[in-house]
T-cell receptor
Framework: AQTVTQSQPEMSVQEAETVTLSCTYDTSENNYYLFWYKQPPSRQMILVIR??????QNATENRFSVNFQKAAKSFSLKISDSQLGDTAMYFCAFMTSGNTPLVFGKGTRLSVIA | EPEVTQTPSHQVTQMGQEVILRCVPISNHLYFYWYRQILGQKVEFLVSFYNNEISEKSEIFDDQFSVERPDGSNFTLKIRSTKLEDSAMYFC?????????????FGPGTRLTVT
């Protein structure tokens, strides 16, 4: 079975600084998809960024980027120029193939401090 | 931009009562999902639905749960006899299916409180 581990329950960062959230996963699959979801206090799950395992290039979305290390089964999220609105729970999630269920990590609570 | 909607936003019910949580997935999506999140815990998969039938379900999705797509737009989760431990946030999600990035779009959730 696939597992996703987020080893940082809580993190904080100063506004405008950069922070990196860690995620590791375990799978025997070769092709899969990885995601970071943001859950603000409103509790809605919002997709931040995704990465296809077959792509070597790391995904980027504006201030958000990932460091995908397939051999190490690591998928970290870097948030640059942190903003107060980035304060949220961040969940790393894994999907074996299209349309299969997402497997989530336990989340990292990120606080951006003014 | 199209979005997944869920009603109600908050449902309070007594133990043993039946509840129906409603979702309207994005209109051209083919796959539908229910997840739940007990307060303070991670999001857990319950069931996925495709082509008018369950495609996959987790151990959590026992005989007390059922899903239905009664018409072309709604996707419902029914809990027949609620228990205290069913108190959680329930998220509906949908994805386009077929080829593509396969990302799942989540609704805002329904907070279910069983007393």
């Amino acid at each position: 079975a696939q597992t996703v581990t987020q080893s940082q329950p809580e993190m904080s960062v100063q506004e405008a600084e950069t922070v990196t959230l860690s995620c590791t996963y375990d799978t025997s699959e070769n092709n899969y998809y990885l995601f970071w979801y943001k859950q603000p206090p409103s509790r809605q799950m919002i997709l931040v960024i995704r990465q296809e395992a077959y792509k070597q290039q790391n995904a980027t979305e504006n201030r958000f980027s990932v460091n995908f290390q397939k051999a190490a089964k690591s998928f970290s999220l870097k948030i640059s120029d942190s903003q107060l609105g980035d304060t949220a729970m961040y969940f790393c999630a894994f999907m074996t193939s299209g349309n299969t269920p997402l497997v989530f990590g336990k989340g990292t609570r990120l606080s951006v401090i003014a | 931009e199209p979005e997944v909607t869920q009603t109600p936003s908050h449902q309070v019910t007594q133990m043993g009562q039946e509840v129906i949580l409603r979702c309207v997935p994005i209109s051209n999506h083919l796959y539908f999902y229910w997840y739940r999140q007990i307060l303070g815990q991670k999001v857990e998969f319950l069931v996925s639905f495709y082509n008018n039938e369950i495609s996959e379900k987790s151990e959590i999705f026992d005989d007390q749960f059922s899903v239905e797509r009664p018409d072309g737009s709604n996707f419902t989760l029914k809990i027949r006899s609620t228990k205290l431990e069913d108190s959680a946030m329930y998220f509906c999600a949908s994805s386009p299916g077929l080829a593509g990035p396969h990302e799942q779009y989540f609704g805002p959730g329904t907070r279910l409180t069983v007393t």
